[in-house]
């Protein structure tokens, strides 16, 4: 066995945060006979952001709790070690390359403005003799796949979803293997409650559409459920613009923003439920969906820091207001549309909004109040369990009409209302304020 092999190496865990289908963590047990890892709940994390708002509220807080506990929970059956620190990864990745004589890391590919910046802080604080193995961990179609240059990636999605489907293949899902020995190793490092990350517990609210819990463990039991115990795959299409319950979407998002599941897991059990059982309509929405979210990190990819920007990728020069006045009566349900102030009430009381309310209340934000976008999309990035950076600001892009949207549409909440919740059983659940 060479040298490399008895080495022990380091996963730095950050958005992929399981142990199935993981390029990451496997590349490192192919190359290592010890291993351990490291997932740091970054304080930057819990900051108020320029706009006035947390980074990370509280729902994606327990939620990435649960995650944590579980890949820990995981790890350990492959014989692998997790650290897991209340720190700054570039503080404490150089002490546990110290301790356990470590020369190469191995971590998820991430190319937006603040992950890039802790990896340099990281690489800045290490000897030049570390080795950083980075992956792309997080697509369903590798960008080695797409033969499409990242500058090259089309402007509209139709036409990238058709190239991607016709000319580039899927790649197989890989299972870990577990080490065969575990070291003796001392860890008394422990997960974070969600009061030492700065927030009271709570209990989730009875009227939550996302009432379950974080953590690969929870993800892999909803793709079960929902695809071969209830078959309700087999009508996502039909039900996806729903408003109240658990099932009128697949759900998958808040496990795959954290990377809990990959989206090639997703794609290979359709396929499955496909072979078993039928293909329809519903079966290939949601592969269409899980396009999507592979678009909007191509395009930022293609256009790095300007999905942050007020121009957009577009580089449209619009007059955007910014009244505090306006703005919390958004944020705050007291809107003149009762659509948009249900929905903003079920934010703020889950961290949950369906895909048809989210558009809403972004297009009614940007298009009716006229309001900065990134203002909104800053809300959405400390409320939402399925936070994503790149499906964040790339549908708050589109929305607004500084994105991908060639039609530059602006939606009617009232028609919407009327179209989407005729009864008003949704404005009604969220209006009456039975808040626990």
Same mark, same amino acid.
């Given at each position: 066995?060479?040298?490399?092999?008895?080495?022990?190496?380091?996963?730095?865990?950050?958005?992929?945060?399981?142990?199935?289908?993981?390029?990451?963590?496997?590349?490192?047990?192919?190359?290592?006979?010890?291993?351990?890892?490291?997932?740091?709940?970054?304080?930057?994390?819990?900051?108020?952001?320029?706009?006035?708002? $947390? &980074?990370? +509220? /509280?729902?994606?807080?327990?939620?990435?709790?649960?995650?944590?506990?579980? @890949? #820990?929970?995981?790890?350990?059956?492959?014989?692998?070690?997790?650290?897991?620190?209340?720190?700054?990864?570039?503080?404490?990745?150089?002490?546990?390359?110290?301790?356990?004589?470590?020369?190469?890391?191995?971590?998820?590919?991430?190319?937006?403005?603040?992950?890039?910046?802790?990896?340099?802080?990281?690489?800045?604080?290490?000897?030049?003799?570390?080795?950083?193995?980075?992956?792309?961990?997080?697509?369903?179609?590798?960008?080695?796949?797409?033969?499409?240059?990242?500058?090259?990636?089309?402007?509209?999605?139709?036409?990238?979803? $058709? &190239?991607? +489907? /016709?000319?580039?293949?899927?790649?197989?899902?890989?299972?870990?293997?577990? @080490? #065969?020995?575990?070291?003796?190793?001392?860890?008394?490092?422990?997960?974070?409650?969600?009061?030492?990350?700065?927030?009271?517990?709570?209990?989730?609210?009875?009227?939550?559409?996302?009432?379950?819990?974080?953590?690969?463990?929870?993800?892999?039991?909803?793709?079960?459920?929902?695809?071969?115990?209830?078959?309700?795959?087999?009508?996502?299409?039909?039900?996806?613009?729903?408003?109240?319950?658990?099932?009128?979407?697949?759900?998958?998002?808040?496990?795959?923003?954290?990377?809990?599941?990959?989206?090639?897991?997703?794609?290979?059990?359709? &396929?499955?439920?496909?072979?078993?059982?039928?293909?329809?309509?519903?079966?290939?929405?949601?592969?269409?969906?899980?396009?999507?979210?592979?678009?909007?990190?191509?395009?930022?990819?293609?256009?790095?820091?300007?999905?942050?920007?007020?121009?957009?990728?577009?580089?449209?020069?619009?007059?955007?207001?910014?009244?505090?006045?306006?703005?919390?009566?958004?944020?705050?349900?007291?809107?003149?549309?009762?659509?948009?102030?249900?929905?903003?009430?079920?934010?703020?009381?889950?961290?949950?909004?369906?895909?048809?309310?989210?558009?809403?209340?972004?297009?009614?934000?940007?298009?009716?109040?006229?309001?900065?976008?990134?203002?909104?999309?800053?809300?959405?990035?400390?409320?939402?369990?399925?936070?994503?950076?790149?499906?964040?600001?790339?549908?708050?892009?589109?929305?607004?009409?500084?994105?991908?949207?060639?039609?530059?549409?602006?939606?009617?909440?009232?028609?919407?209302?009327?179209?989407?919740?005729?009864?008003?059983?949704?404005?009604?659940?969220?209006?009456?304020?039975?808040?626990?």
């Amino acid at each position: 066995m060479s040298e490399k092999q008895k080495s022990t190496g380091l996963v730095w865990f950050r958005n992929d945060l399981r142990v199935n289908d993981n390029i990451v963590l496997n590349a490192a047990i192919k190359q290592h006979e010890h291993i351990v890892a490291v997932y740091c709940f970054d304080p930057r994390h819990y900051q108020t952001g320029p706009y006035g708002f $947390k &980074k990370t +509220e /509280k729902f994606r807080a327990k939620f990435l709790i649960e995650t944590i506990i579980d @890949l #820990k929970r995981n790890l350990h059956h492959l014989n692998i070690e997790l650290f897991v620190y209340q720190d700054k990864p570039e503080y404490t990745i150089p002490e546990l390359i110290e301790k356990f004589n470590i020369t190469s890391i191995y971590l998820q590919n991430e190319w937006t403005s603040e992950e890039v910046e802790v990896l340099e802080l990281v690489k800045f604080n290490c000897s030049n003799n570390i080795s950083f193995n980075e992956y792309y961990n997080q697509f369903l179609f590798h960008p080695k796949d797409i033969d499409i240059p990242f500058s090259q990636i089309p402007q509209v999605f139709t036409n990238f979803r $058709k &190239k991607v +489907e /016709k000319y580039s293949s899927r790649r197989a899902t890989n299972a870990p293997e577990a @080490l #065969k020995t575990i070291s003796n190793i001392s860890n008394n490092t422990k997960i974070p409650s969600l009061k030492e990350l700065g927030f009271d517990d709570f209990q989730t609210h009875p009227n939550s559409a996302f009432p379950f819990e974080g953590g690969e463990n929870a993800a892999l039991n909803r793709l079960n459920n929902y695809f071969f115990q209830t078959k309700k795959l087999g009508f996502y299409k039909k039900t996806r613009n729903g408003l109240i319950g658990t099932d009128f979407s697949s759900k998958f998002s808040p496990w795959l923003a954290n990377g809990s599941i990959s989206a090639r897991t997703i794609y290979w059990q359709v &396929k499955q439920f496909e072979k078993e059982y039928y293909k329809n309509q519903s079966t290939y929405w949601l592969i269409f969906e899980l396009i999507w979210r592979d678009y909007f990190k191509y395009i930022s990819l293609k256009h790095g820091n300007t999905i942050f920007k007020i121009g957009g990728i577009l580089k449209k020069d619009y007059e955007w207001k910014n009244e505090d006045s306006l703005i919390n009566s958004w944020i705050s349900g007291e809107t003149r549309s009762a659509f948009v102030n249900a929905n903003m009430i079920e934010i703020k009381e889950t961290g949950w909004m369906s895909n048809r309310g989210r558009q809403n209340v972004a297009s009614f934000f940007a298009k009716d109040l006229k309001l900065d976008w990134r203002i909104g999309a800053a809300y959405f990035e400390a409320m939402l369990l399925d936070y994503d950076v790149h499906s964040n600001y790339g549908n708050w892009m589109y929305v607004s009409g500084v994105g991908n949207d060639p039609r530059d549409r602006k939606f009617n909440v009232d028609l919407q209302a009327e179209r989407y919740d005729a009864s008003g059983k949704f404005q009604n659940l969220w209006l009456q304020r039975t808040l626990f």
